[in-house]
């Protein structure tokens, strides 16, 4: 399934978010209903909470069941409704700072300190650890979500990216099997292009502008994003870890993607397409794509196969930009106390394993669940489940919206794999960008 949530922020969404709320940055609202720790039981006879869900993340099914428990155990209802992601960021905005705010909200993972830093949303620190339930959340949902030390979000589902690969194109070069380290697996490309020699065909289909994609080779050779001390936050894309990575990245992009691509993102053409019109071998792809490809080209299906990214640097794979969603309660609900419950249902291990991947097929929420389905996945999910255990976060910072918004991160792949700047100038270039983005709202 498509996520739409990274397009749902932008520069302007930030600024609507900023004005609209009427807050200072930096801290939020603890609500009405006592931080105890303890989240209880509460008697919720006589009442109805309202609970936001985004179109596309989790089925009525699940939600019904969800309901159904939480009535059994609260007697309150659930008023349940679906949002659309088009406009999403002022209509949660204005609802979060009026006094009939919804209860609970479905929150794409990196939006999470936008609304956080308005006042926005209730501060769940003093009920992390009865949240998690002894479980380790992913890194990537749980980092976005906190801010300032404090946790604004309770992790729901992931997903993310792994290679699918034609194992009949690899199979005609020679490769029969996955490769489990980055020397086999750039051997095995090699092995492709060389049987492959039409101009348009692309060992590995990897566009210049794939930020998600070339932020991986920056997090495995240990560099990041931005650190933060004292409250502020300075980029690092410059430094020697993060330079080392992108120019990894330059490597591969320039010699296993046709030159074609170095100015372009994954959607204009869209990689599914391209790799179901057999013009690469290889993409690194969401889990959706494949239903995508399998549909553009049906006799494709039984060609597939997936396999995470091998490290660079270890025998592991490389860390994963996480998409997904947490769970947040509005600072001005007037029920937190049942949306503390009603989220505590939600994110549970028994939720999480039998019916947000049992029912929906989602990542769930911590590395000790992911270990839990490994043998109920289908082999070809079963990279994206690994793969989402070692995850690297956003900056938990407003200004990140920006970064999103404004194209900066494509622009400065596309400049390193076009030539037009070395990978230290562009980094250089960039994080004085990014460091001014991210402390704008402090």
Request: proline fraction near 5%; charged fraction near 20%; glycine fraction near 10%.
């Amino acid at each position: 399934m498509q996520r739409t949530r990274l397009a749902a922020l932008g520069a302007l969404g930030l600024a609507a978010a900023l004005t609209l709320a009427g807050c200072s940055a930096g801290g939020s609202s603890s609500g009405s209903g006592g931080d105890s720790g303890s989240i209880g039981t509460p008697d919720g006879k006589g009442k109805t909470i309202t609970v936001w869900i985004m179109n596309g993340d989790l089925s009525p099914a699940i939600l019904k069941v969800a309901e159904k428990q939480f009535t059994k155990d609260t007697g309150a209802k659930v008023k349940l409704q679906t949002q659309q992601w088009d406009g999403i960021t002022t209509k949660l905005t204005t609802a979060l700072a009026q006094s009939d705010a919804p209860d609970v909200v479905d929150l794409g993972n990196t939006q999470v300190p936008v609304y956080a830093a308005t006042g926005g949303l209730k501060d769940l620190t003093p009920y992390k650890s009865e949240l998690a339930d002894g479980q380790t959340w992913l890194k990537g949902l749980e980092g976005p979500a906190t801010v300032d030390g404090k946790l604004y979000g309770a992790p729901l589902f992931a997903g993310n990216r792994s290679v699918i690969y034609n194992k009949k194109i690899w199979a005609d070069a020679g490769v029969t099997a996955a490769p489990t380290t980055y020397a086999e697996f750039t051997a095995d490309l090699d092995k492709v292009k060389a049987a492959n020699t039409a101009t348009d065909f692309s060992a590995f289909y990897m566009p210049g502008q794939y930020w998600y994609g070339g932020l991986q080779w920056v997090w495995d050779a240990g560099g990041q994003i931005a650190t933060e001390k004292g409250g502020k936050w300075t980029g690092t894309l410059d430094s020697a870890d993060a330079v080392k990575g992108l120019t990894a990245w330059k490597d591969f992009q320039n010699t296993y993607s046709v030159s074609s691509t170095q100015d372009i993102n994954t959607d204009k053409p869209a990689e599914s397409d391209v790799f179901a019109q057999g013009q690469t071998s290889a993409i690194l792809g969401s889990s959706w794509e494949i239903g995508s490809i399998e549909t553009a080209k049906p006799e494709l299906k039984d060609q597939l196969g997936t396999f995470a990214l091998p490290s660079t640097t270890s025998g592991k794979t490389q860390p994963v930009f996480l998409g997904g969603s947490d769970l947040g309660i509005p600072a001005k609900s007037a029920n937190p106390d049942l949306a503390l419950y009603y989220m505590k249902i939600l994110t549970s291990k028994k939720f999480q394993e039998n019916q947000v991947f049992g029912v929906d097929g989602w990542e769930p929420n911590s590395t000790q669940l992911i270990d839990a389905v490994s043998s109920k996945v289908s082999e070809l999910q079963k990279p994206y489940f690994e793969a989402a255990k070692t995850s690297e976060p956003t900056p938990a910072t407003p200004g990140w919206a920006t970064i999103e918004g404004d194209a900066s991160f494509q622009s400065m792949f596309a400049d390193i794999a076009t030539g037009r700047k070395s990978p230290q100038d562009a980094a250089e270039s960039f994080s004085k960008h990014l460091t001014t983005a991210l402390n704008a709202t402090q």
